[in-house]
């Protein structure tokens, strides 16, 4: 993956150096470098056990390093949508994982001292149509009523947020209060060096497998076996790697995003828009504007593929929306950078968090569909507790292998 175009993210994260060889034996492997390999490793370090984490890139070099930077409160997709995809109350778990995970985040992230341009502005979803706005009102409607901060707001008072003028489709917008924005790389990258703080220990080595014997688990790598208690795969697109069971069910989507060169402070907050399908954008504190989605203009919308490649047809699309949404940025727009990155996906767009079939000790987290950051340090925090109970946290249920909404994919 060395000549795969890196991100914004990991090109202003500062290099970050992964330990070798590895031990012959440890108390709990977690394998995967990415948001919830990390902050999974820094819960376990925190609480004493002895941790290493296997990373076979570098640190955010998949889909962490890869994304839009969000931090945002719920599920994917509207929440309108998901409570009738996935249930009332499984909806209102997420909320509250969700919720929890902003507050552990603020208080990781004051304890052990890391910086990563995290801010709390919050998020605006555009409505193009008068019929998005009716979504959106129907939308704001159901989350009020559950108890939850949403705001219509109408096209005077979605300007008096954005710093350009609106282009005339814009009618309006949802805002969402307290959502966060961060800078992802560094994010992993302070949750690792906390950990490695608390006596954990990272490598760089490729796995090709777990199992199991009757001394326990083994983790063969490219670097020779390693011998664990219990194993956390934290792989997210790659389980079915090493899981083949879960390939039928937790596929790669490629998602790609562009950065243009530094503009004048114009955007605080977060910004959503259906122009294709799910855009999105934030302007990052240097100035740099991203942009990400249009995935879905990729042959087959960007499902098996597995190398992390910019594709033109979708960069030309992504090029179009923000001269689309606002004009008079057409003539200062640069390209600064390119890059794709691949999303674990699953049929209902909600992570899977459950045993590793017929591998007593392994526990999987996986399936995010683009959106992992609302979930990483309190689903950490839940995986290392299930580590050291010995017990899968009762929290955890909503995010079985076995619920029913949960399908193969179309194919498989």
């Known amino acids: 993956m060395n000549d795969v175009p890196p991100s914004y993210w990991q090109r202003t994260a500062p290099a970050f150096a992964l330990a070798s060889p590895l031990p012959s034996a440890v108390e709990v492997a977690v394998i995967g470098g990415g948001l919830l390999g990390t902050a999974t490793c820094y819960w376990l370090a925190r609480a004493g056990l002895r941790v290493v984490l296997l990373e076979r890139e570098g640190l955010a070099s998949g889909a962490s390093g890869r994304n839009g930077g969000f931090v945002r409160i719920g599920p994917a997709g509207s929440y309108v949508d998901a409570k009738e995809r996935l ?4 909806v209102r778990q997420v909320m509250r994982i969700t919720t929890e995970n902003r507050t552990l985040l603020r208080q990781v ?5 890391i910086a990563c341009a995290y801010r709390e502005p919050g ?8 019929e998005q706005a009716r979504q959106f009102r129907r939308e704001i409607a159901e989350l009020v009523a559950d108890g939850y901060d949403a705001l219509w707001l109408d096209r005077g008072q979605t300007q008096e947020l954005i710093q350009t003028p609106l282009g005339e489709e814009i009618v309006g917008a949802r805002f969402r209060p307290e959502q966060g924005l961060v800078h992802s790389a560094l994010l ?5 060096q906390a950990a490695m703080r608390y006596g954990a220990a990272l490598y760089r080595v490729e796995v090709l497998q777990v199992g199991s014997e009757k001394e ?5 790598t490219d670097q020779g076996t390693l011998k664990a208690h219990q194993v956390v795969l934290a792989v997210n697109a790659w389980t079915g790697k090493l899981l083949p069971e879960l390939a039928p069910i937790l596929v790669p989507v490629l998602e790609q995003m562009l950065a243009y060169a530094p503009l004048p402070p114009l955007f605080t907050v977060g910004i959503g828009v259906d122009v294709v399908d799910g855009e999105y954008l934030q302007q990052a504190p240097d100035g740099s504007l991203l942009v990400g989605g249009c995935g879905v203009l990729a042959p087959d919308a960007g499902v098996g593929v597995w190398e992390s490649r910019p594709l033109a047809v979708v960069q030309e699309a992504l090029e179009q929306i923000v001269p689309r949404l606002f004009p008079r940025l057409s003539s200062q727009l640069s390209v600064a950078a390119r890059w794709a990155g691949l999303m674990g996906c699953v049929s209902d ?4 968090v459950d045993r590793a079939p017929g591998l ?6 996986g399936g995010f569909s683009g959106h992992g950051m609302p979930f990483g340090l309190r689903l950490g925090q ?9 017990v899968l946290a009762t929290e955890l249920w909503p995010f079985r292998l076995n619920r029913p909404s949960l399908f193969l994919w179309p194919g498989s």
């Not at 992230?109 to 001292?113: D, P, Q, V």
């Not at 007593?360 to 987290?365: D, S, T």
């Open 87 to 90: 249930g009332e109350e499984i």
């Open 123 to 130: 998020s605006l979803r555009l409505a193009l149509s008068e």
């Open 109 to 113: 992230l004051s304890t052990e001292a």
């Open 382 to 390: 839940l995986l290392a507790e299930s580590v050291t109970s010995g």
């Open 349 to 352: 767009a909600h992570p899977v």
């Open 188 to 192: 992993v990258q302070g949750l690792a």
């Open 216 to 220: 326990g688990l083994f983790v063969q």
């Open 360 to 365: 007593p000790g392994v526990i999987f987290v």
